[in-house]
């Protein structure tokens, strides 16, 4: 896939999961990636491997920079300061990876809305949209200042689904998602900046293995995802995804990259 030795990357929720994949793959092409989570040496949350520093070493381990940032996305004060530091050591931004949330911080089951916790809203509505706004927030004068950026949500979409997940919560979430990368797109475009969100499929993040060991055929590795965002950033032409909510497996058979197995 080449190199991107001058890329500067934003992965948020990196430690583990889907950001870590994505973190992962951008450091095999050299670039510098700052990996935020609230998981960190200093402070776990769940009892699951992976911190933002593991994740930040590997990042270097594989040719890019890693970078960790310990950083909770319910607090803007610290969002903000994380760009701020970006600016001052890089002048701009090119890839911003909206990935945080703590959907996965209850047990996941589906059922009739009152019988869920309300709980779920604050893990996916405000660690998760609310985050990735802020985060865009932040990140888009950098973006532009670019003039070339990139800014990636990651979400779900199953358009054949009543309710996705068949919880209430995690459907607003996600169509919140779509419906966000959609208005940021709207925003952004004039400025040279495309935004869009990414639909893994079943990935077999550390919190799913832990939930269903014998995970079926056809799974997707955390990286699959990562192999999409490389794809799409060094796509001279990916103004014309602007918007939309693409599933990764539409992007693996589009750009011809595989999982890593």
Do not use: K
């Amino acid at each position: 896939m080449g190199s991107d030795n001058g890329t500067v990357a934003v992965v948020t929720g990196g430690a583990r999961g889907i950001g870590r994949g994505i973190a992962l793959v951008l450091g095999a092409t050299g670039a510098t990636v700052y990996v935020t989570d609230r998981e960190s040496r200093a402070h776990t949350v769940q009892d699951l491997p992976g911190t933002v520093e593991d994740t930040a070493e590997q990042v270097t381990d594989r040719g890019g920079r890693g970078i960790a940032v310990p950083l909770d996305h319910t607090d803007d004060r610290a969002v903000a300061a994380l760009f701020a530091r970006v600016r001052a050591e890089h002048g701009g931004l090119d890839l911003l990876v909206a990935n945080a949330t703590a959907g996965n911080a209850l047990p996941f089951h589906s059922g009739a809305f009152w019988t869920l916790p309300l709980a779920h809203w604050h893990n996916m509505i405000d660690c998760g949209v609310r985050g990735h706004l802020v985060a865009a927030h932040c990140a888009a004068p950098l973006l532009i200042e670019h003039g070339r950026g990139l800014l990636v949500l990651t979400g779900y979409d199953d358009p054949g689904a009543e309710v996705i997940g068949g919880h209430v919560f995690y459907d607003l979430a996600m169509t919140a998602t779509s419906r966000l990368a959609r208005t940021l797109a709207h925003d952004l475009r004039p400025h040279g900046v495309t935004a869009l969100a990414v639909s893994p499929g079943i990935t077999r993040t550390e919190a799913i293995a832990a939930a269903v060991p014998d995970m079926p055929p056809g799974t997707d590795s955390v990286e699959f995802a990562g192999r999409a965002v490389r794809a799409l950033l060094a796509d001279p032409d990916v103004a014309r995804h602007a918007g939309r909510t693409i599933a990764v497996a539409d992007l693996a058979a589009e750009y011809g990259f595989t999982d890593i197995e």
